[in-house]
């Protein structure tokens, strides 16, 4: 192999890894991306949960007594 050739075939090589290295960094951000969503939606899931059993629950009603109609 020439020196040309070497030089071309290491400048590949080192293109090649930095590709390799800023999709693997992407990656990584878009996984502590995820993460990062599922921690928020898990807390507004928990907090729906709480204000439905908070709302609805029988406990909290409180039973209306029918009026009679005016005459």
Same mark, same amino acid.
């Given at each position: *192999?020439?020196?040309?050739?070497?030089?071309?075939?290491?400048?590949? *090589?080192?293109?090649?890894?930095?590709?390799?290295?800023?999709?693997?960094?992407?990656?990584?951000?878009?996984?502590? *991306?995820?993460?990062?969503?599922?921690?928020?939606?898990?807390?507004?899931?928990?907090?729906?949960?709480?204000?439905?059993?908070?709302?609805?629950?029988?406990?909290?009603?409180?039973?209306?007594?029918?009026?009679?109609?005016?005459?």
């Amino acid at each position: *192999m020439t020196q040309d050739e070497q030089q071309q075939v290491n400048a590949i *090589m080192r293109f090649y890894e930095r590709q390799c290295g800023n999709l693997a960094s992407e990656g990584a951000q878009a996984v502590g *991306m995820a993460e990062a969503l599922a921690i928020r939606l898990k807390a507004a899931q928990e907090e729906i949960a709480a204000l439905k059993k908070k709302y609805e629950s029988p406990d909290n009603v409180v039973p209306i007594a029918p009026q009679e109609p005016a005459a």
